[in-house]
């Protein structure tokens, strides 16, 4: 019964339109209002705690490191990198983007933001060079969706908050499948560029990808910076995290200069926006989370898949087409803060590793992006090409399929996500 | 207003600006220099709630929150300003639960007198944020209300992130 009452007044609120925070919040008020003993002022120390939660710390500095990354001049010498070092293959600058994409994405966690940093460079230069625009929209819609599963990952360190798993876990299990993803999508270009008759640039001489490649060693360091010292153990990630960000802005703004000092203050209104908004989901959703907990709604469904007989591998398949289908429709950090709590503990009854759920989840939600009607990619890809949604829909959808494989292979191969994580940090 | 407004967005930025250099800075001293601020870390979360609940309020007014309004979009004007007066109510209804339960525990704490655990701050000093932040955040949705009453605007004005993301872009493009 509460649990009807809880997820009617949720989806009833969020298509009213009310935003999703505060849809979370009031239907876990109301329900424990009207069936539980919990005092308001319990509840209202939840919310307060959320800023207390160490792992939750992380989002403001990533969130701020890549606001600077991009406007800092970053993503553009990683493309200059790129170019030189793949560009002359067939269906070279494409290839050459997702390389940039996956570059960008190992110093950024956010999707949009690697599709704007390197689309809005890339998507020009591979018209001029006689790809057809849908061509370059589609694989750089599709490439900047690494931006959450090449670690460091806000959707990550969201997936790790509410379940408490292991941050550096998870960002280590991301790494393997982002450069399986990467590779895939590099292949299937080189497939495709066969058909579109381009001629490539001629390879670059060793010393300009070398000296493409000290150009662009500043916002490199940074993923040493941040693997490196979550691997080893030097810092944790919410203090990498707070590294990357200071460092960033060191080098956008004293050592490339595209950044000058009278632009920060917006940067960091900006970054402080995005990161406000994100907190007041995540506040929220733990309130919904700690309902859930309290009214032992997950233990329950649980206990009825299990005595249903459902096998993991169905159960996988159950939630990745759940997750797909909500992925049309919410952005990544909502879905995954009303379902990780969900799925986390029947999972575990399954005998699921919970990093390997993350993953899982993250592909999903990576899907999610670039699927309509709400598909964060789409609406940045369209925002920098002038594409309208439905043609960049249709051009984003052959690269979609590989996208798709991906996740059916992640799936079903959970070592392809925990065989490092267990390496480094023992099974 | 005028002054309200500014100070909100400068509270963002400087509690940003604030956790991120203290965050730095104890880093640098654990492991440079061998040492460490026992109260570095209370402080960064201090910042966080500083930034958290004064932001919500400025993100009602800028509309930066997140939400679904595809099926709201769908609708003609009158039954659309209808359900969106509705949803500013019913936010209302949220913020007055929480202001009342947060109301409630700072003045509990302040009667407890707890202090933080590394910093001589009594906690319902800080905690008192909480309760302002909704009020303002109130404040925010009964504007809203009344520009949706009087016509001024027939939405709730969510947030478009891709036009974020590209905005900062633009920005950068500029310099």
């Given at each position: 019964m509460n649990t009807v009452v809880l997820f009617t007044t949720l989806f009833v609120l969020m298509a009213m339109g009310i935003p999703v925070a505060i849809s979370l919040g009031l239907s876990s008020l109301l329900t424990i209002f009207f069936f539980s003993q919990d005092s308001l002022a319990s509840m209202s120390i939840k919310l307060f705690e959320t800023s207390e939660h160490y792992t939750l710390l992380a989002i403001p500095f990533f969130v701020l490191a890549g606001n600077l990354m991009s406007t800092g001049g970053v993503a553009k010498r990683m493309v200059h990198f790129a170019i030189a070092a793949v560009?002359?293959?067939?269906?070279g600058l494409a290839i050459a983007s997702i390389l940039a994409c996956m570059l960008f994405a190992a110093v950024s966690g956010s999707s949009p933001a690697t599709v704007v940093a390197v689309g809005s460079i890339v998507i020009a230069g591979m018209v001029k060079n006689g790809y057809t625009k849908e061509f370059a929209a589609g694989v750089i819609c599709n490439a900047g969706t690494l931006g959450i599963l090449i670690p460091p990952s806000i959707v990550m360190v969201v997936y790790a908050a509410v379940t408490e798993v292991s941050v550096g876990r998870l960002f280590m299990a991301g790494v393997v499948p982002g450069i399986m993803l990467g590779l895939m999508l590099m292949a299937a270009v080189w497939w495709r560029a066969g058909r579109l008759n381009i001629v490539p640039p001629p390879k670059a001489p060793l010393h300009e990808v070398l000296s493409a490649l000290r150009d662009s060693l500043w916002g490199l360091m940074l993923l040493v910076i941040i693997m490196g010292g979550i691997y080893g153990g030097v810092f944790t990630p919410t203090e990498a995290a707070a590294v990357s960000a200071v460092y960033a802005l060191v080098v956008a703004v004293?050592?490339?200069?595209?950044?000058t000092l009278k632009h920060l203050p917006e940067v960091f209104l900006e970054s402080g926006k995005t990161t406000v908004m994100l907190m007041f989901i995540v506040g929220n959703a733990l309130l919904f989370a700690h309902v859930l907990t309290t009214e032992r709604i997950p233990q329950t469904i649980a206990e009825q898949i299990v005595a249903f007989g459902m096998s993991p591998w169905v159960f996988l398949l159950v939630v990745n087409l759940i997750l797909l289908v909500a992925g049309n429709f919410m952005e990544p950090t909502g879905i995954i803060l009303i379902l990780a709590p969900i799925l986390f503990p029947i999972a575990t009854q399954l005998g699921i590793d919970p990093i390997h759920l993350g993953v899982i989840m993250v592909v999903n939600m990576e899907i999610g992006m670039v699927t309509p009607p709400v598909g964060l990619n789409l609406f940045v890809t369209s925002g920098i090409t002038g594409m309208n949604l439905v043609q960049v829909t249709r051009a984003a959808l052959p690269w979609l399929l590989v996208l798709l494989v991906f996740l059916v292979i992640v799936t079903y191969v959970p070592a392809i996500s925990l065989a490092l994580p267990n390496a480094i940090f023992g099974a | 207003m005028k002054i309200l407004d500014h100070l909100e967005e400068w509270i963002i930025s400087l509690m940003l600006l604030a956790m991120t250099g203290l965050t730095f800075v104890q880093v640098v001293l654990r492991y440079v220099f061998d040492s460490g601020l026992s109260w570095a870390h209370e402080l960064t979360t201090v910042f966080f709630a500083f930034m958290i609940f004064v932001g919500m309020s400025y993100g009602v007014r800028v509309g930066a929150h997140i939400g679904v309004d595809a099926l709201v979009r769908l609708m003609r004007a009158g039954p659309r300003r209808a359900i969106s007066v509705l949803a500013v109510v019913l936010s209302l209804v949220y913020v007055g639960f929480v202001l009342t339960g947060s109301i409630q525990y700072v003045s509990k704490m302040h009667d407890v007198g707890i202090e933080f655990d590394d910093m001589p701050i009594e906690r319902w000093q800080v905690l008192i944020v909480m309760p302002i932040g909704y009020a303002l955040m109130g404040f925010r949705f009964l504007q809203v209300l009344f520009n949706l009453l009087t016509g001024r605007t027939d939405s709730l004005h969510l947030a478009d992130e891709a036009a974020d993301a590209m905005k900062l872009k633009a920005e950068g493009d500029a310099t």
């Open positions: 560009g002359h293959l067939r269906g004293f050592i490339y200069k595209d950044l | -």
